[in-house]
């Protein structure tokens, strides 16, 4: 072959080769989310820190839990573990893990997921004291983490470690060898399976976190072992996850279809905005948008609305004047009529909530069994309550304020909630909007007089709300404290019928969202949500998403 026939075919071959890249890359599936997202950047992906629903979306997709809960379903099933043992007596649960599960890092320098490997060269296989680790290191008072107390009644010796008055090797969760995690409860809690696999005991990897610490979360230093890795994250713009190739794949958590997920941090309105222009393939629909996408002959189309085990109320501080009073409470919350707040702001099909558990949980009371439990909107028994009020201040209401998270959806509902307070009660009191980035963590550090606040299911039974507000907990923001509400949720853990249980958890919200008005339950969420056509999603029913279930053509 002479000179120009070889370059002539070295050419022809490059540009085979070309074409083939390029029909590749176009089949490369990125599917671009702001699904429960928010404005501003994420606080953080550490699994013992995140405490916001968008942090949690993204551990849930890079590190996997001894259990997993079906999105599609509520339903527990498996993660790490291939299944576990409990003891005769109920108390002591035994896992099995896989043994095939690498740690992985994405390498911006090859553009691939790697496994990671120590200085001997072998690859750093998720163990089981990595689990133990996780767990210690959550409950360790040093670390701080804002989800530890729902660990502490269900690990014996976690609490006197978390509170300081225990030794780590008292808590009794045990590696008995490489691939098998022994976790004992104090008392038998059936559900105590799906406690142990929340993000909060994830398996994290303490080398990286030695080496790197506070920065082990950023893609250059964090090893995770999920569905998906971390390949950018872009400050207050976006995170991207990269499908993990030495994901093994699991009957529950199969290897994902897609190949990146780009999640975008944006509020409502501007995740809106990018959907209609093209550039996103899921996002909420913002409260003032529904009438127009439901009225719009595409968007309607590509609607979709279904449950979401939330609720949305109005906290206050119970330990510092003047919402610490009582009376100014049950005034205030009596006060909010939330059938208009539902019909006339949110429009999206949410339920009007005369307490805190979501009704849908396991051992929640219902509508349907308790129609009368709970807090109404009632102007006359709201206007007494603000007489005892003044009574109890010298005859003066201080001025109150109002504190939420920025964006338009919760200021409509705070506008609506203003001036229902300024129509019964007489009141003025100021709005405060506030930076989205780090306001869950705010509260948690000091909570404001009166603030917007949401709590969604972690796991599906009623103890996962009620258990928030109980003295000992660390999400306890409003700094509640009822003895008598703490014994009935105590009693309604330990109680195994599902009928007692409901009846304990039914005598409890009597006492703290009506009798207390601890904080005032506005409405129990629904979803209203965009994705286009060409995506095939996974369902949620939790309020969480699994991406490694969806697909894209």
Excluded at 213 to 227: K, L
Excluded at 400 to 418: K, R, V
Aim: with cysteine; glycine share 6%; net charge negative.
């Amino acid at each position: 072959m002479n000179k120009f026939v070889r370059v002539v075919g070295l050419a022809l071959l490059v540009v085979a080769l070309t074409a083939v890249g390029l029909v590749h890359a176009q089949d490369v599936k990125v599917l671009n989310s702001s699904l429960h997202m928010v404005g501003g950047d994420l606080e953080t992906i550490d699994p013992g820190l995140s405490e916001a629903s968008s942090s949690i979306e993204v551990v849930n997709q890079i590190f996997v839990g001894l259990t997993n809960q079906n999105v599609l379903t509520a339903e527990p099933g498996l993660g790490l573990a291939t299944g576990y043992d409990v003891s005769e007596d109920g108390k002591t649960f035994t896992f099995k893990l896989m043994d095939n599960v690498p740690w992985v890092r994405y390498n911006a320098d090859s553009g691939a997921v790697e496994e990671i490997k120590d200085d001997a060269g072998n690859v750093r296989m998720v163990t089981a004291q990595d689990v133990v680790y996780g767990i210690l290191r959550a409950l360790n008072p040093e670390t701080a983490s804002p989800y530890s107390y729902i660990l502490l009644p269900y690990v014996v010796g976690a609490a006197e470690y978390n509170a300081g008055t225990g030794s780590a090797d008292d808590v009794m969760v045990k590696a008995t060898d490489d691939n098998t995690v022994e976790i004992t409860s104090p008392d038998a809690f059936s559900f105590a399976p799906s406690i142990y696999g929340l993000w909060v005991a994830r398996a994290v990897p303490s080398w990286a976190i030695d080496e790197a610490g506070d920065a082990w979360t950023e893609p250059e230093n964090i090893a995770s072992n999920g569905p998906f890795a971390l390949k950018e994250w872009n400050h207050d713009e976006s995170i991207v996850l990269i499908k993990n190739p030495y994901w093994p794949g699991s009957a529950d958590i199969p290897q994902p279809k897609l190949d990146e997920v780009v999640l975008r941090f944006l509020d409502p309105a501007q995740a809106f905005a990018e959907y209609q222009a093209g550039n996103l393939d899921a996002a909420d629909v913002p409260l003032e948008s529904l009438e127009q996408v439901k009225s719009d002959p595409v968007l309607s189309t590509e609607y979709n609305t279904g449950s979401n085990p939330c609720t949305y109320y109005i906290g206050f501080d119970n330990t510092t004047a003047p919402s610490d009073n009582v009376h100014l409470r049950r005034a205030l919350s009596f006060a909010i009529d939330r059938q208009s707040i539902v019909d006339n702001v949110t429009k999206g099909g949410q339920i009007p909530a005369q307490w805190f558990a979501r009704p849908g949980l396991t051992a929640a009371p219902t509508l349907e069994q308790y129609p009368d439990l709970g807090v109404k909107y009632d102007t006359e028994l709201a206007k007494a309550e603000l007489e005892l009020a003044k009574a109890d201040m010298g005859g003066e209401i201080p001025q109150l304020t109002f504190t939420y998270n920025d964006n338009a959806g919760h200021a409509a509902i705070a506008q609506a909630i203003q001036q229902m307070w300024k129509d019964t009660l007489g009141l003025d009191v100021q709005l405060s909007a506030v930076e989205s980035t780090g306001y869950f963590s705010k509260l948690s550090e000091d909570a404001p007089m009166i603030y917007r606040a949401g709590w969604c299911q972690d796991y599906s039974d009623a103890s996962n709300f009620d258990d928030v507000f109980e003295s000992t907990s660390s999400q306890n923001d409003p700094g509640y404290n009822n003895p008598e509400f703490d014994k009935l949720i105590q009693e309604a853990r330990l109680e195994t019928d599902v009928a007692k249980r409901t009846e304990l958890y039914a005598q409890a919200e009597q006492i703290f969202s009506a009798d207390d008005a601890g904080i005032a339950p506005i409405y129990w969420y629904t979803r209203n949500y965009l994705v286009k056509p060409n995506v095939e999603q996974a369902k949620s029913v939790t309020g969480n998403e699994a991406y490694f279930l969806w697909d894209k053509s």
